[in-house]
């Protein structure tokens, strides 16, 4: 089974894929915020690296139902957030 598939099944059994869409239940993005979490979680556990290593890591990757823009929004999204 591929490493990511394991890391995906573990993300599930301790609730951390149910507690993330809980509390973005009410807010509208465009995007799948979970899916984007999870993406920066195993590139930190499988590659390491920075923000911009991880979107160079996924371009061009469909990964557990996540497409490259969405992940390039999210990234956006985190540094507007830390300028503010």
């Not at 999870?38 to 890591?57: I, K, N, P, Y």
Request: aromatic share 8%.
């Amino acid at each position: 089974m591929p490493i990511n598939k394991v890391l995906d099944r573990l993300w599930e059994q301790t609730g951390l894929k149910n507690v993330i869409r809980e509390l973005l239940k009410d807010r509208k993005y465009e995007f799948d915020v979970e899916r984007a979490i999870f993406l920066t979680v195993l590139h930190r556990l499988m590659v390491s690296g920075s923000d911009r290593s991880a979107e160079q890591w996924c371009r061009g990757m469909r990964l557990m139902g996540l497409v490259k823009l969405n992940y390039i929004r999210f990234i956006a999204l985190l540094r507007a957030r830390q300028a503010a």
